[in-house]
């Protein structure tokens, strides 16, 4: 089998890639709603990937892995990776799973992801009543995630919440804010965490997505001060989405000051960059995104890797569409122990609920749970009947 072309579409806000093969079987991936900028680093690939044998994933992939970097640079890469196991697996007539080692679980766990709605405010009794609402949703979640502080509009709306550099948006995604957070804004927080809490009690656990930009003592003392409640995670405290490094050694000086666990990871690309993170044991849990990381097998490797070192694995993948839940489904059918459980990605517009083909009738998620796909490759594919209605005029031959 040779690949023959390399083809990459916006439907709806997803960009969309699609490599087609000799013998008619094409492989299908997809990326987060926020970057339908990567269209051209997706064909800057096509000269690299024409005449190679799509099923020898790994051969392939060294001719590219090297030009990724740190989210969100390495999207480009990974979805090229997603595409390659939907073909591998649709030659072979079986889920991507059975070639990443088979499944050890017959369910894969999640948490609430883009299952969220916007706040009414920024004060504890709205926070409240947002947890509250994401835990009576019928999928049951076990755990819900909230943003705080730098992840949420806190930093604006509370007054003087922090002495650092403000951020002018205008709809800009990535900008990063950052500094000192004024006592003020520290109780403000905890405040917001203590009403959660509250609400949720033991039944439904509770992880905090916090930044990035936060400094060290700020954050050793918000760490000390939610250890009585049980957090599942304080995320992203000091690097975190599109910062490109990852700083091990201030985040190892973090976890070893609190019991609260440290979480990190989304923004990272490929094994290498992970390696002194895990190895000096820095976090207590990685977040990867199969979306950014390099690719399914990627995040694989680096959840073993984990997994000798006493290091949990949460995925990220919140806004990684249908195409991304298939991904994420087939690789964490395939994780160690130390596996939690994935940010659920749904369909971010109602168009997705037309096109895609392969998700179950029923509830996708029940108790928390999802079962594996039993479709090929990634497991699901898109109706291109309906989904041309959706291509901008320059990508019509999308489905050709």
């Given at each position: 089998?040779?690949?023959?072309?390399?083809?990459?579409?916006?439907?709806?806000?997803?960009?969309?890639?699609?490599?087609?093969?000799?013998?008619?079987i094409c492989g299908l991936g997809e990326v987060e709603f926020t970057k339908g900028y990567i269209k051209p680093w997706v064909l800057h690939f096509r000269d690299a990937l024409i005449g190679e044998d799509p099923t020898d994933v790994e051969r392939v992939m060294l001719k590219i892995r090297q030009r990724g970097s740190f989210k969100p640079y390495g999207a480009a890469v990974s979805v090229i990776e997603h595409a390659l196991w939907d073909i591998a697996g649709k030659a072979a007539n079986v889920p991507a799973y059975k070639l990443l080692g088979g499944k050890v679980r017959d369910q894969v766990r999640c948490y609430n992801g883009n299952r969220r709605q916007k706040r009414t405010g920024d004060r504890p009794e709205d926070y409240a009543a947002d947890v509250k609402w994401m835990a009576e949703l019928p999928e049951k979640f076990f755990m819900v995630k909230q943003g705080i502080s730098f992840h949420s509009n806190m930093k604006d709306t509370v007054e003087d919440f922090h002495f650092g550099v403000r951020q002018t948006r205008s709809g800009y995604h990535g900008a990063m804010d950052q500094g000192v957070i004024s006592e003020h804004g520290f109780n403000h927080m905890l405040d917001c965490v203590i009403a959660m809490k509250e609400v949720l009690g033991d039944k439904v656990s509770l992880a905090l997505d916090c930044g990035p930009g936060w400094m060290l003592p700020d954050a050793i003392r918000f760490a000390r001060a939610v250890e009585k409640y049980n957090?599942?995670?304080?995320?992203?405290?000091?690097?975190?989405?599109?910062?490109?490094?990852?700083?091990?050694?201030?985040?190892?000086?973090?976890?070893?000051?609190?019991s609260t666990p440290i979480h990190t990871g989304e923004q990272i690309y490929s094994r290498h960059n992970f390696k002194e993170l895990i190895e000096t044991q820095a976090v207590r849990v990685i977040g990867p995104d199969p979306a950014d990381i390099g690719g399914i097998a990627e995040l694989k490797w680096v959840a073993e890797h984990a997994y000798m070192h006493s290091i949990l694995m949460a995925p990220h993948g919140t806004a990684n569409g249908l195409l991304g839940l298939g991904a994420l489904i087939n690789v964490c059918a395939t994780l160690p122990a130390n596996y939690i459980a994935f940010e659920y990605p749904t369909a971010s517009d109602p168009l997705w609920n037309d096109i895609i083909e392969g998700l179950p009738s029923g509830p996708i998620v029940t108790n928390s749970m999802i079962d594996l796909l039993p479709g090929p490759g990634l497991g699901l594919t898109i109706n291109a009947k309906e989904a041309k209605r959706y291509l901008l005029e320059e990508d019509a031959g999308f489905f050709d």
């Open positions: 089998m040779k690949i023959t072309d390399l083809r990459c579409a916006l439907i709806g806000r997803h960009p969309v890639v699609r490599i087609t093969t000799d013998e008619g957090i599942a995670w304080l995320e992203d405290m000091l690097t975190g989405d599109y910062v490109p490094w990852v700083n091990p050694q201030a985040y190892r000086e973090l976890t070893l000051s609190t």
